[in-house]
């Protein structure tokens, strides 16, 4: 799929930068950046599932722990 990418002058020489400094295309520098970023927020949302959990299971502990 084809889209248009709006970038300001600082944005458009900062992936320039990457582009040249990775040796990739724009294109893929923005393709992996959209792949690392889906990636970075998936994690987050396990590492806050995961405190969640923890929290419910262990909450109390951690309270008294926090008291001693």
Not at 24 to 35: P, Q
Request: proline share 0%; aromatic share 2%; no cysteine.
């Amino acid at each position: 799929m084809a889209i248009n990418l709006r970038l300001s002058q600082d944005e458009e020489a900062v992936l320039v930068a990457l582009a040249r400094r990775s040796g990739r295309s724009k294109n893929d520098v923005i393709r992996i950046a959209l792949i690392e970023k889906a990636a970075r927020e998936e994690h987050r949302d396990r590492v806050e599932a995961s405190l969640e959990w923890a929290l419910d299971r262990y909450g109390d502990v951690v309270r008294r722990l926090g008291e001693a």
